[in-house]
């Protein structure tokens, strides 16, 4: 276990961190343009960061201790289909949600 001071002195550097993160972008750059080719990657960021969050929960769910979950892979599945094929983010997490509590009811 981390000792108390320590554990402020982490706290204290993250919320740092954060705030130097936000204000580069909020700050400094704040209502100037931000150069096409910026614009450009920060399109991908959600594409990027989204399946770094959510493929640890399918392929190893901390609700089942870490074994693959039906229920959870054929919600995943349905959410990734309903995206392609709608190309709606808010049809695609109802699909996925309404997939995923089906399951759970009907397969337990």
Request: charged share 10%.
């Amino acid at each position: 276990m981390i000792d108390r001071p320590e554990l402020w002195y982490v706290i204290a550097a993250l919320a740092l961190g954060s705030f130097l993160l936000r204000f580069t972008f909020l700050g400094l750059v704040g209502d100037r343009p931000l150069p096409e080719w910026l614009l450009r990657h920060l399109r991908y960021t959600a594409v990027a960061v989204l399946p770094a969050l959510i493929a640890p929960m399918i392929i190893w769910p901390a609700a089942t201790g870490g074994s693959f979950d039906l229920p959870r892979g054929l919600a995943a599945f349905v959410t990734l289909a309903a995206g392609l094929w709608f190309r709606n983010i808010l049809i695609s997490i109802t699909a996925g949600a309404a997939t995923l509590y089906l399951a759970l009811y009907l397969l337990g």
